[in-house]
Protein backbone atom coordinates (compact mmCIF):
# COMPACT_ATOMS: atom_id res chain seq x y z
CA UNK A 1 0.00 0.00 0.00
CA UNK A 2 1.51 3.54 -1.14
CA UNK A 3 2.12 6.55 1.26
CA UNK A 4 -0.26 8.28 -0.36
CA UNK A 5 -3.45 5.78 -0.15
CA UNK A 6 -2.32 5.17 3.83
CA UNK A 7 -2.74 8.95 3.95
CA UNK A 8 -6.37 8.52 1.84
CA UNK A 9 -7.47 5.74 4.40
CA UNK A 10 -6.36 8.07 7.85
CA UNK A 11 -8.14 11.39 6.59
CA UNK A 12 -11.17 9.30 5.73
CA UNK A 13 -11.23 7.18 9.20
CA UNK A 14 -10.58 10.97 10.91
CA UNK A 15 -13.66 12.58 8.72
CA UNK A 16 -15.72 9.64 9.86
CA UNK A 17 -15.20 9.98 12.92
CA UNK A 18 -15.72 13.90 13.19
CA UNK A 19 -19.16 13.25 11.19
CA UNK A 20 -19.75 10.75 14.02
CA UNK A 21 -18.84 12.74 16.98
CA UNK A 22 -21.10 16.08 15.19
CA UNK A 23 -23.96 13.17 14.60
CA UNK A 24 -23.91 12.35 18.72
CA UNK A 25 -23.34 16.42 19.30
CA UNK A 26 -26.57 17.58 17.13
CA UNK A 27 -28.51 20.34 17.72
CA UNK A 28 -31.73 20.86 18.49
CA UNK A 29 -34.82 23.10 16.77
CA UNK A 30 -38.22 22.43 17.07
CA UNK A 31 -41.40 24.60 16.88
CA UNK A 32 -44.17 25.01 19.02
CA UNK A 33 -47.76 26.11 18.71
CA UNK A 34 -48.44 27.58 22.04
CA UNK A 35 -51.68 29.40 22.77
CA UNK A 36 -51.71 32.76 24.51
CA UNK A 37 -51.31 32.22 28.40
CA UNK A 38 -49.43 28.93 27.44
CA UNK A 39 -46.42 28.13 29.44
CA UNK A 40 -42.98 28.59 28.03
CA UNK A 41 -39.91 26.97 30.65
CA UNK A 42 -36.46 27.28 29.49
CA UNK A 43 -34.01 25.71 32.06
CA UNK A 44 -30.45 25.72 31.74
CA UNK A 45 -27.22 24.19 33.69
CA UNK A 46 -23.94 25.42 31.74
CA UNK A 47 -24.71 28.39 28.88
CA UNK A 48 -26.62 31.30 27.43
CA UNK A 49 -30.52 31.48 27.26
CA UNK A 50 -31.65 34.28 24.89
CA UNK A 51 -35.55 34.80 24.51
CA UNK A 52 -36.62 37.03 21.80
CA UNK A 53 -39.73 38.49 20.53
CA UNK A 54 -40.06 38.27 16.62
CA UNK A 55 -43.26 38.78 13.94
CA UNK A 56 -43.87 34.95 13.43
CA UNK A 57 -47.05 32.78 15.24
CA UNK A 58 -44.70 29.78 16.42
CA UNK A 59 -42.32 29.15 19.41
CA UNK A 60 -39.22 28.39 18.12
CA UNK A 61 -36.24 26.94 20.47
CA UNK A 62 -32.76 26.37 19.21
CA UNK A 63 -30.02 24.59 21.27
CA UNK A 64 -26.70 24.76 20.36
CA UNK A 65 -23.79 22.16 22.11
CA UNK A 66 -20.59 23.73 22.72
CA UNK A 67 -17.67 22.19 24.19
CA UNK A 68 -15.71 18.59 23.71
CA UNK A 69 -18.45 16.95 25.67
CA UNK A 70 -20.99 18.31 23.47
CA UNK A 71 -21.98 14.69 22.79
CA UNK A 72 -22.72 13.60 26.01
CA UNK A 73 -25.55 16.46 26.89
CA UNK A 74 -28.66 15.84 25.70
CA UNK A 75 -31.81 18.26 25.25
CA UNK A 76 -34.62 17.10 27.61
CA UNK A 77 -38.12 18.11 25.85
CA UNK A 78 -40.94 17.59 28.63
CA UNK A 79 -43.52 19.81 26.40
CA UNK A 80 -46.96 18.82 26.20
CA UNK A 81 -49.64 20.26 24.21
CA UNK A 82 -49.73 24.26 25.18
CA UNK A 83 -46.52 24.11 27.69
CA UNK A 84 -43.15 24.54 26.19
CA UNK A 85 -40.42 23.07 29.08
CA UNK A 86 -36.87 22.12 28.02
CA UNK A 87 -34.05 21.47 29.98
CA UNK A 88 -30.97 20.30 29.37
CA UNK A 89 -29.85 16.55 30.65
CA UNK A 90 -26.39 15.41 31.83
CA UNK A 91 -24.65 11.67 32.39
CA UNK A 92 -24.60 11.29 36.45
CA UNK A 93 -21.97 9.79 36.19
CA UNK A 94 -19.36 12.36 34.95
CA UNK A 95 -21.36 15.39 35.52
CA UNK A 96 -18.73 16.96 37.24
CA UNK A 97 -16.61 16.28 34.62
CA UNK A 98 -17.92 17.31 31.60
CA UNK A 99 -16.65 19.96 29.60
CA UNK A 100 -19.78 21.30 27.17
CA UNK A 101 -22.31 23.43 27.43
CA UNK A 102 -25.35 24.48 25.33
CA UNK A 103 -26.69 28.09 24.53
CA UNK A 104 -30.40 28.16 23.87
CA UNK A 105 -31.98 30.84 21.63
CA UNK A 106 -35.78 31.44 21.80
CA UNK A 107 -38.15 33.35 19.68
CA UNK A 108 -41.59 34.05 20.31
CA UNK A 109 -44.46 36.15 18.73
CA UNK A 110 -43.82 39.37 20.34
CA UNK A 111 -47.36 40.10 20.87
CA UNK A 112 -49.06 37.39 22.20
CA UNK A 113 -48.79 36.83 25.91
CA UNK A 114 -47.27 33.87 28.01
CA UNK A 115 -46.57 32.84 31.04
CA UNK A 116 -42.55 32.46 31.12
CA UNK A 117 -42.24 30.55 34.14
CA UNK A 118 -38.84 29.96 34.11
CA UNK A 119 -36.15 31.10 32.09
CA UNK A 120 -33.00 30.45 33.78
CA UNK A 121 -29.38 29.33 33.65
CA UNK A 122 -27.20 28.24 36.73
CA UNK A 123 -24.22 29.21 35.02
CA UNK A 124 -24.85 31.61 32.45
CA UNK A 125 -26.23 35.27 31.16
CA UNK A 126 -30.19 35.21 30.52
CA UNK A 127 -31.03 37.95 28.20
CA UNK A 128 -35.02 38.38 27.34
CA UNK A 129 -36.64 41.38 24.97
CA UNK A 130 -39.69 42.41 23.20
CA UNK A 131 -41.92 40.16 24.81
CA UNK A 132 -45.19 39.92 26.79
CA UNK A 133 -46.43 38.23 29.55
CA UNK A 134 -45.73 36.90 33.20
CA UNK A 135 -42.03 36.65 33.14
CA UNK A 136 -39.80 35.00 35.99
CA UNK A 137 -35.76 35.36 34.58
CA UNK A 138 -32.87 34.17 37.06
CA UNK A 139 -29.22 32.82 36.99
CA UNK A 140 -26.85 31.61 39.60
CA UNK A 141 -23.87 32.88 38.21
CA UNK A 142 -24.40 35.42 35.26
CA UNK A 143 -26.24 38.39 34.48
CA UNK A 144 -30.00 38.81 33.82
CA UNK A 145 -31.30 41.45 31.55
CA UNK A 146 -35.19 42.37 30.41
CA UNK A 147 -35.83 44.75 27.74
CA UNK A 148 -38.86 45.95 25.89
CA UNK A 149 -40.89 43.62 27.88
CA UNK A 150 -44.78 44.43 28.66
CA UNK A 151 -46.55 42.64 31.48
CA UNK A 152 -45.39 41.78 35.13
CA UNK A 153 -41.40 40.47 35.65
CA UNK A 154 -39.55 38.83 38.56
CA UNK A 155 -35.91 38.51 38.02
CA UNK A 156 -32.72 37.54 40.03
CA UNK A 157 -29.14 36.77 39.77
CA UNK A 158 -26.68 35.23 43.01
CA UNK A 159 -23.78 36.87 41.23
CA UNK A 160 -23.97 39.08 38.35
CA UNK A 161 -26.67 42.42 37.77
CA UNK A 162 -30.13 42.35 37.15
CA UNK A 163 -30.61 45.18 34.80
CA UNK A 164 -34.63 45.39 33.52
CA UNK A 165 -36.82 48.19 31.43
CA UNK A 166 -40.59 47.00 31.64
CA UNK A 167 -41.94 49.38 28.63
CA UNK A 168 -45.68 48.22 29.90
CA UNK A 169 -47.11 47.38 33.12
CA UNK A 170 -50.01 44.74 32.98
CA UNK A 171 -51.94 43.53 35.77
CA UNK A 172 -51.76 44.00 39.19
CA UNK A 173 -49.31 41.17 40.05
CA UNK A 174 -46.36 41.82 42.34
CA UNK A 175 -42.80 41.92 41.05
CA UNK A 176 -39.48 41.28 42.72
CA UNK A 177 -35.32 41.94 41.34
CA UNK A 178 -33.07 40.85 43.59
CA UNK A 179 -29.22 40.40 43.71
CA UNK A 180 -26.64 39.16 45.89
CA UNK A 181 -23.91 40.12 44.38
CA UNK A 182 -24.37 42.77 41.43
CA UNK A 183 -26.22 45.98 41.03
CA UNK A 184 -29.88 46.02 40.42
CA UNK A 185 -31.52 48.37 37.77
CA UNK A 186 -35.20 48.41 36.83
CA UNK A 187 -36.79 51.25 34.33
CA UNK A 188 -40.72 51.23 34.63
CA UNK A 189 -43.61 53.77 33.49
CA UNK A 190 -44.27 56.46 35.58
CA UNK A 191 -47.85 55.76 35.92
CA UNK A 192 -46.77 52.92 38.35
CA UNK A 193 -48.87 51.66 41.15
CA UNK A 194 -46.92 50.38 43.77
CA UNK A 195 -46.19 49.41 47.56
CA UNK A 196 -42.28 49.97 46.91
CA UNK A 197 -39.57 48.33 49.21
CA UNK A 198 -35.66 49.11 48.34
CA UNK A 199 -32.83 48.15 49.99
CA UNK A 200 -29.33 47.58 49.81
CA UNK A 201 -26.66 46.19 52.46
CA UNK A 202 -23.28 47.72 50.59
CA UNK A 203 -24.06 50.20 48.10
CA UNK A 204 -26.32 53.44 46.82
CA UNK A 205 -29.46 53.74 45.83
CA UNK A 206 -30.76 55.77 43.30
CA UNK A 207 -34.12 56.93 42.01
CA UNK A 208 -36.13 59.66 40.28
CA UNK A 209 -39.59 58.54 41.78
CA UNK A 210 -40.90 60.45 45.05
CA UNK A 211 -40.03 57.99 47.71
CA UNK A 212 -37.57 59.06 50.14
CA UNK A 213 -34.19 57.57 50.75
CA UNK A 214 -32.46 56.46 54.13
CA UNK A 215 -29.19 55.45 55.41
CA UNK A 216 -29.47 53.14 58.10
CA UNK A 217 -28.52 54.99 61.43
CA UNK A 218 -26.77 52.25 63.18
CA UNK A 219 -26.26 49.72 60.72
CA UNK A 220 -25.00 49.35 57.39
CA UNK A 221 -26.94 50.18 54.08
CA UNK A 222 -29.88 52.10 52.38
CA UNK A 223 -33.34 51.54 52.29
CA UNK A 224 -36.02 53.59 50.13
CA UNK A 225 -39.72 52.98 50.79
CA UNK A 226 -43.08 54.13 50.02
CA UNK A 227 -46.32 53.92 48.34
CA UNK A 228 -46.58 55.11 44.62
CA UNK A 229 -50.35 55.66 43.31
CA UNK A 230 -52.73 54.05 44.28
CA UNK A 231 -50.18 51.29 45.75
CA UNK A 232 -52.03 48.29 43.66
CA UNK A 233 -49.11 46.07 43.77
CA UNK A 234 -45.87 45.51 45.77
CA UNK A 235 -42.71 46.25 44.03
CA UNK A 236 -39.61 44.92 45.95
CA UNK A 237 -35.79 45.10 44.78
CA UNK A 238 -32.70 44.16 46.96
CA UNK A 239 -29.33 43.30 46.98
CA UNK A 240 -26.83 42.60 49.61
CA UNK A 241 -23.22 43.65 47.39
CA UNK A 242 -24.46 46.69 45.10
CA UNK A 243 -26.33 49.37 44.07
CA UNK A 244 -29.98 49.73 43.31
CA UNK A 245 -31.68 52.03 40.82
CA UNK A 246 -35.21 52.84 40.33
CA UNK A 247 -36.02 55.17 37.45
CA UNK A 248 -38.94 55.74 35.15
CA UNK A 249 -39.19 55.93 31.64
Known amino acids: MTKRLIRFWALSAFALAVLGVSAKAQNFQKSYQVPAGGQVKIGNVSGDVSVKGYDGDAIIVRATKKGPDADLLEIDDRSTQGRVDI ?3 YPHEQNNHIEASVDFDVQVPR ?5 FDRIGSVS ?4 ISDITGKIHASS ?13 VNASSVSGDVNVDISGLEGMD ?3 FSAVSG ?6 PASLDAEVDISTLSGDIDTNFPIEIK ?20 LKMSTVSGSVTLKHS
Not at 140 to 152: E, L
Not at 183 to 188: A, C, E, P, R
Request: aromatic residues 4%.
Open 87 to 89: GVK
Open 111 to 115: STPFN
Open 124 to 127: GDVS
Open 140 to 152: VSGDVHVGHATGS
Open 174 to 176: DMK
Open 183 to 188: DVKVTL
Open 215 to 234: KEKYAPGRTARGKLGDGARR
